[in-house]
């Protein structure tokens, strides 16, 4: 898939110790100053790209997929006893597993860009862009 054809720019001036940091965090991420910067931005909590299909087809993804494991688990651990699941109680736990699903994706999506900030040579105590 070739990449979106960017036409914009950001720019910001730093000082020389910075500049020397950044490119340093670029360098132990094995991508260009531009490439880390980038990532760095986009990953930042609450960047979310519009009109992005892709990444909400994978936060569904994500969501359906985290239900069906809670759905899963508990049938798996109840055959295990040899226990059945009345009717009642199973419609109960599609609810409860479809009720937190988009909760549980987001805390997982979030750890993953938490994961690549830190991949990106991103220190965990640097300040963050607050969420709008």
Not at 56 to 84: C, D, H, M, Y
Not at 123 to 129: F, S, T
């Amino acid at each position: 898939m070739k990449a979106p054809l960017r036409t914009k720019s950001i720019g910001t001036k730093v000082s020389e110790e910075e500049f020397a940091a950044l490119e340093e965090c670029a360098r132990r991420a094995d991508m260009t100053l531009s490439e880390w910067v980038r990532a760095v931005l986009l990953a930042a909590p609450g960047v979310e790209l519009p009109d992005d299909e892709a990444a909400l087809a994978g936060r569904v993804a994500v969501a359906e997929v985290l239900a069906l494991r809670t759905l899963l688990l508990n049938l798996f651990f109840r055959s295990a006893k040899g226990e059945a699941i009345p009717e009642p109680e199973m419609r109960a736990l599609i609810e409860r597993a479809d009720a937190v699903k988009g909760d549980r994706a987001r805390e997982r999506l979030e750890a993953e860009r938490s994961q690549a900030r830190t991949q990106a040579g991103v220190p965990a105590g640097e300040p963050q862009a607050e969420e709008v």
